[in-house]
């Protein structure tokens, strides 16, 4: 008996700990969809570069970067405060911690080069 109770306790609290992280999530996301930042980093070797993005429905975004040429496969994920964008099919992935209207983190790309990288909103 003791050993359902506890089965039973802890799948309640697992439950009401997925429905509160799933409503952290819904909550974030719709405080994010529809927004645009610019984002600025240099990458090592190449010049810094500074463009927009906008968070769109879905966890589709879209963006100004100038050298991209497939700009339906760019997608992001939040959870509470941090945001992962994954760009041009996953070449590569910012990750970033939201702090009110700016965004802080560091990216990689599939040559496991990292850098820093910056956005804030701009609306």
């Not at 906008?54 to 509470?80: A, R, Y």
Request: positive net charge; charged residues 20%.
């Amino acid at each position: 008996m003791f050993k359902r109770l506890l089965s039973a306790s802890f799948f309640c609290l697992l439950f009401l700990m997925t429905s509160k992280s799933s409503e952290l999530k819904a909550q974030n996301l719709v405080e994010l969809e529809g927004t645009t930042w610019v984002i600025s980093y240099k990458i090592p070797g190449a010049k810094k570069i500074s463009y927009e993005i906008t968070f769109l429905d879905s966890g589709n975004m879209k963006h100004k970067h100038p050298d991209d040429f497939t700009p339906t496969n760019d997608h992001w994920v939040i959870l509470e405060k941090t945001i992962t964008m994954y760009i041009n099919d996953s070449s590569a992935t910012f990750a970033g911690t939201i702090n009110g209207g700016k965004i802080t983190g560091t990216a990689v790309n599939r040559k496991s080069v990292s850098w820093k990288w910056m956005a804030v909103r701009k609306r």
